[in-house]
């Protein structure tokens, strides 16, 4: 899917930056529907949905300012809907999806 950029002013790495967060964003959004509405449905196990914690390039300190306790996935007190076995709320992974405020 290509998606046009109107001329707002930015440079083009901006721009490019701005759509990565986006598609970045969009694709977290549709894993958590997607596993949710298994859930809901009783058709998948949480323990089939789950990414290794090596696949997600988990580790157990924070990455600037994400970590899990602001992570949308995150069940406290240590465990995570995507990510399989305990984790940190102090921790981070690729799927790091923010809490909507
Ligand atoms: S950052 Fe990764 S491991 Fe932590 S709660 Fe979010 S998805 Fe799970």
Sequence with gaps: MRL?????????????????????QLLNRAIIAAVGGLAVLGIASPA????????????????NDQKCSGCALF????????????ISPDGWCRVFTKKSS
């Design 4 to 24: 046009e950029l109107g001329n707002c002013g930015n440079d083009d790495r901006q721009a490019s930056a701005s759509l990565t967060v986006s598609r970045r």
């Design 48 to 63: 089939l949905a789950k990414m290794t914690q090596q696949a997600a390039g988990y580790q157990t300190s924070p990455k």
């Design 75 to 86: 069940k406290a007190p240590s465990t995570c809907i995507m990510i399989d076995g305990t």
